[in-house]
């Protein structure tokens, strides 16, 4: 890697770890919605100061660009990010639903007892 | 016994006031209730007129959730079985009779209205027929029992029913072919009568760029119920 790319690299890890747990000292994002992102910040940032650990990715991706092995890692964890979203979104969708439902009834009773 | 009627309901104010009194007409001692799925004209009012039940939900939760809230009002309310009927118009009130006499006989605890299983019924578009068709198949095939209509809206049931209908795997969009299969391995007694059918005036559910999803939904729901152990150790069974 380029002493460019490294630092392109750099700042844009710690700067994605800074702005989320500031987000999270703002409350703005839950712990545990930021675990995945500051996983991904440290990765990206350990693969990029950590010669031999981002050789061993390289081997085991069987890539020859460290860029791109930088790079895929980043899309790889942001896929994890967007699958667990979508678990999240189905289970809060299925709550929303059975509180409708229950308001929706509640308010029925309600209305029956008048 | 008492049976409630289920009317799911959106934006149908040129069909529920007819579709009440046509229902009032064949069966003056049924109790009506409409789920009224915040529907932006005035269905909610109508229904309120003609002096039956009606729960509103504050924003659109979809068909199979509209449904699952009137089975969850008709368990809590002591209901001894429901038939639901399409707000369109589509499904003939007459049959509703039917319904009520194949409960008394305690020999059934699902039964669907199949508009094949009627000499006549309205001619039906060529692909909305082929995927009637292959899901009938489906069911068919894994039930083990000739299903010849598993889309249809026109159906009746027990507590039994309503009580395995009231879990979380229920869908909030189509509850049809898959649903059919897992209350069969639920041990839920299922048979079809003849039913009635007029074409809908309405957009279809299966309007749009739906029928692609629904196509998707359904084979995929019935991979996983194929894949999974059976329904009883995937949700509670009707005997837990």
Redesign the interface.
């Known amino acids: 890697m380029s002493s460019h790319q490294k630092i392109v690299a750099l700042v844009f890890s710690v700067g994605l770890l800074v702005l989320i747990i500031e987000l999270v000292r703002r409350k703005k994002l839950r712990e545990e919605y930021s675990f995945l992102w500051i996983l991904t910040s440290i990765f990206i940032f350990l693969l990029v100061i950590w010669g031999k650990l981002l050789k061993l990715v390289m081997n085991l991706l069987s890539a020859k660009a460290p860029a791109s092995t930088v790079f895929f890692c980043g899309i790889f964890f942001i896929v994890l990010i967007s699958l667990h979203f979508s678990v999240k979104i189905s289970h809060l969708t299925n709550q929303v639903k059975d509180l409708t439902q229950k308001l929706a009834l509640l308010e029925k009773l309600l209305e029956e007892k008048k | 016994m008492r049976p409630l009627i289920l009317i799911p309901a959106y934006n149908e104010e040129k069909n529920i006031g007819q579709v009440i009194e046509k229902i009032r007409q064949y069966q003056p001692a049924c109790e009506i209730l409409v789920?009224n799925d915040a529907s932006t004209d005035d269905t909610a009012r109508i229904a309120r007129e003609k002096n039956v039940?009606?729960?509103?939900?504050?924003?659109n939760?979809g068909y199979g959730?509209v449904l699952?809230?009137g089975y969850?009002?008709a368990l809590?309310k002591g209901y001894d079985y429901l038939v639901q009927l399409d707000a369109d118009g589509q499904h003939d009130p007459i049959k509703i009779k039917d319904f009520i006499e194949e409960f008394k006989k305690g020999e059934v605890d699902l039964i669907i209205g199949s508009r094949f299983l009627n000499q006549k019924h309205y001619p039906i578009p060529f692909f909305r027929l082929l995927g009637i068709k292959i899901f009938g198949f489906l069911v068919s095939l894994f039930t083990g029992q000739k299903i010849t209509d598993s889309t249809s809206g026109y159906q009746g049931f027990n507590r039994k029913v309503l009580e395995f209908y009231t879990q979380?795997f229920f869908p909030?969009d189509f509850p049809d072919a898959d649903v059919l299969i897992l209350a069969h391995r639920a041990g839920i007694r299922i048979k079809e009568i003849p039913a009635t059918m007029y074409s809908s005036s309405r957009k279809s559910i299966h309007s749009g760029l739906r029928p692609l999803y629904y196509i998707f939904k359904m084979f995929l729901s019935i991979f996983i119920l194929l894949i999974s152990q059976g329904a009883q150790n995937t949700h509670k069974g009707c005997n837990d």
């Open positions: 789920i039940e009606v729960i509103s939900h504050p924003f939760l959730a699952q809230t969850k009002y809590n979380d909030s």
